[in-house]
DNA sequence: TCCAGCTTGTGACATAATTCACAACGTAAG
DNA sequence: CTTACGTTGTGAATTATGTCACAAGCTGGA
């Protein structure tokens, strides 16, 4: 099982590689992937071998193994199709987003309580309320779920996600929810991160540990 | 120098201490502080001797000296007026969501290249043509920005923010800012979040070293 | 008064993450 | 062929981060 830190570095991995790809490039050196993110060469290195990946001394990693066994971790079918829940300012940022920006992740179905939303396209996504919630989630497998509710409603909609089948959610909401350990929840707190860069910004640096 | 892993827990610390403060409590312990976050109490009595902060051990910690030493640290005037730059689906998001939730930071001004978008006021904040960008932010001594604007405006616009006088830069383009090192960014970036919930969604387990 | 039962503060330890540094490799040029 | 150069793969060292465990403190009740 690979560490949190290094899913997000391959994540980014894979960006540059698609890059290179798209320009022809078919092999790359550590450094030259390493000078692209803002890790170290050693450190990429380090995480071709975690993935049982090599390369050759002479021409470096081939890009299109490289895109493919990132593919193979970070494709699963059941990890591209997310649903969203929640269809306010920030589920309809979410919605142009994903639209605009058509990586692998796809956003396969919206959810929203209020009638005057659901039942209704937006942003391409057809809108579904709230009621149907557990039956489509089930019946399409999805496992992975975008969470833009009020603080307030989250940690019901997330049980119910839970209850559905969900095994990993992606939580906009300022609050932790509860559900099990089995059950992945990365929290992106928007006023907890403005004050972390508020507070670097006043003292004029970056954090510690940063190259 | 506090390290972002502890400016986040104290950040996350703050909102639970000013739950407890709402609803009258002047005393808390580590472990029940401990409780509402995701961490330990031994963490949270480590968080605090590094704050230089004391409790006793029979009431516990001061919830208003807790508060008090946390707005020092994460409410300096520099960092809690921030500016917003690109007032997209993802910037009046986030216009709204500091609207309707309003914590220390606010977003003082905003700024938008499309003449149709500035010179008008969104979601209760003026919106500014890019070309005063450099000259408001100077004025009001602005030190933090968000960053929601395309992928391939982002580097030149961090350029322009840095260049007048921004030190603390949350960016929600997909692409690494290229600024000195004195600038602290954090780049939040949803295609590569949602990639790592989707990778352990479909393994089914929290990622390792979570409690 | 004195003890039981909770707490804090913290040195020591444990674990995770990253970097160093170097042997082994492979190519290109001479 | 052989040397010079830049690379990979990786054990070891280093740094960062989190936890344990326990002495010492405080309070309330017997």
């Known amino acids: 099982?690979?560490?949190?830190?290094?899913?997000?570095?391959?994540?980014?991995?894979?960006?540059?590689?698609?890059?290179?790809?798209?320009?022809?490039?078919?092999?790359?050196?550590?450094?030259?992937?390493?000078?692209?993110?803002?890790?170290?060469?050693?450190?990429?290195?380090?995480?071709?071998?975690?993935?049982?990946?090599?390369?050759?001394?002479?021409?470096?990693?081939?890009?299109?193994?490289?895109?493919?066994?990132?593919?193979?971790?970070?494709?699963?079918?059941?990890?591209?199709?997310?649903?969203?829940?929640?269809?306010?300012?920030?589920?309809r940022a979410l919605l142009a987003f994903f639209r605009a920006r058509p990586g692998k992740a796809v956003i396969a179905m919206a959810f929203d309580s209020d009638p005057?939303?659901?039942?209704?396209?937006?942003?391409?996504?057809?809108?579904y309320p709230m009621d149907s919630l557990e039956a489509r989630?089930?019946?399409?497998?999805?496992?992975t779920a975008i969470l833009c509710v009020p603080e307030q409603d989250a940690n019901a909609v997330a049980q119910r996600l839970v209850n559905a089948g969900v095994t990993g959610i992606l939580n906009f909401a300022p609050t932790r929810l509860k559900v099990g350990d089995q059950v992945y929840v990365d929290t992106m707190d928007?006023?907890?991160?403005?004050?972390?860069?508020?507070?670097?910004?006043?003292?004029g640096t970056r954090a510690p540990g940063r190259k």
């Open 190 to 203: 928007i006023s907890s991160v403005i004050e972390k860069v508020g507070y670097y910004a006043v003292r």
């Open 116 to 127: 005057e939303k659901s039942n209704r396209v937006c942003c391409g996504c057809r809108v």
């Open 1 to 91: 099982m690979l560490s949190e830190k290094t899913v997000e570095r391959l994540s980014e991995y894979r960006r540059h590689l698609s890059d290179l790809q798209a320009r022809g490039v078919t092999h790359v050196f550590s450094n030259l992937l390493a000078a692209e993110t803002r890790v170290t060469a050693a450190q990429v290195r380090r995480d071709m071998m975690n993935l049982g990946l090599s390369g050759s001394t002479a021409t470096g990693y081939s890009v299109s193994d490289l895109l493919e066994h990132l593919a193979g971790l970070l494709d699963h079918p059941h990890s591209t199709r997310v649903a969203l829940i929640g269809t306010g300012n920030l589920g």
């Open 137 to 143: 989630i089930r019946e399409d497998e999805i496992r």
